[in-house]
């Protein structure tokens, strides 16, 4: 039997936009961002696989041209976890997508 039950991508339009992605997994794109230096942003995504003791492993693979993307979860609720999405660089504004993959575990 297969883990992942479905996979499912979605593209967001800003770095705080809230998503609806109900899959055990997925990638969430986001628009390019220019976060500043040390700068974070979060969003909302609401997954109906998700438990309160549901685990969210997360990926950042960023395409930026500048900055460094790091991403982690920051609450998981019934059907909900947030994401955080930070720029670590300590002096470069972010500038590119960052492509988020998720599994739901």
Do not use: C, M
Not at 98 to 104: A, E, G
């Amino acid at each position: 039997k297969h883990i992942l039950e479905a996979v499912g991508t979605i593209v967001i339009t800003a770095i705080t936009t809230a998503v609806t992605i109900n899959a055990s997994a997925g990638v969430i794109t986001t628009v390019s961002s220019t976060l500043a230096a040390g700068i974070n942003g979060s969003f909302k995504v609401t997954n109906n696989k998700v438990t309160s003791t549901s685990v969210i492993q997360l990926t950042a693979d960023d395409k930026a041209t500048a900055g460094w993307a790091r991403v982690n979860v920051q609450d998981v609720a019934n059907g909900e976890f947030y994401i955080n999405v930070t720029n670590i660089h300590p002096t470069n504004a972010f500038n590119g997508i960052i492509k988020i993959h998720f599994v739901v575990l």
